[in-house]
T-cell receptor, first 113, second 112 residues
């Protein structure tokens, strides 16, 4: 299995630009999670989906952030407009119902200048 | 979800045994104790899980006392490649709530 696949791995963008991060979960997994990691705040859960439906988005920082999961094999996290404080590593992870382990992707390293 | 407390950082030398203790005083009857490991520039990965007593796999051992209010992750004979952040989580059985909340973790630094 290829694992959770994220793209881009690295992105540098200017403040005010739109950023779209992409994720392909492990095939057969019905839970998908978006986390953000920074030195100051650690690993934060932003939002998670079950069967493509958003279940809990209480961790989404503000309206500039949005996430979608149009089908079982694809999800996006969008930031519009981006700000320097959004600079972080964004991880996507997936899990299968009945199993406890969450599998993480390698992360998307975002720098907003 | 039960709150966990673990040391922020630990230092060790190659070849030593490292024990990282996690407190989870409010653990519920249907909670498992789970540990994840995060190497620099990578996402966390599952390393071990247990309910009570002792669990051992190829990576680590997990010791859980009878009251289950704490647990100890034991890494035998660490090497430089064990330098990572180790997260202790308390997770409901089959995690019907779906999400995993990570605390600050313990940053382990292994020196030559």
């Amino acid at each position: 299995d290829a694992g959770v696949i994220q793209s881009p791995r690295h992105e540098v963008t200017e403040m005010g630009q739109e950023v779209t991060l992409r994720c392909k979960p492990i095939s057969g997994h019905d839970y998908l999670f978006w986390y953000r990691q920074t030195m100051m705040r650690g690993l934060e859960l932003l939002i998670y989906f079950n069967n493509n439906v958003p279940i809990d988005d209480s961790g989404m920082p503000e309206d500039r952030f949005s996430a979608k999961m149009p089908n079982a094999s694809f999800s996006t996290l969008k930031i519009q407009p981006s700000e320097p404080r959004d600079s972080a590593v964004y991880f996507c992870a997936s899990r299968k119902t009945g199993e406890d382990t969450i599998y993480f992707g390698e992360g998307s390293w975002l720098t907003v200048v | 979800l039960a709150k966990t407390t673990q040391p922020i950082s630990m230092d060790s030398y190659e070849g030593q045994e490292v024990n990282i203790t996690c407190s989870h005083n409010n653990i519920a009857t249907n909670d498992y104790i789970t540990w994840y490991q995060q190497f620099p520039s990578q996402g966390p990965r599952f390393i071990i899980q247990g309910y009570k007593t002792k669990v051992t796999n190829e990576v680590a051992s997990l010791f859980i006392p009878a009251d289950r209010k704490s647990s100890t992750l034991s890494l035998p004979r660490v090497s430089l490649s064990d330098t990572a952040v180790y997260y202790c989580l308390v997770v409901p059985i089959y995690n019907q709530g779906g999400k995993l909340i990570f605390g600050q973790g313990t940053e382990l630094s292994v020196k030559p």
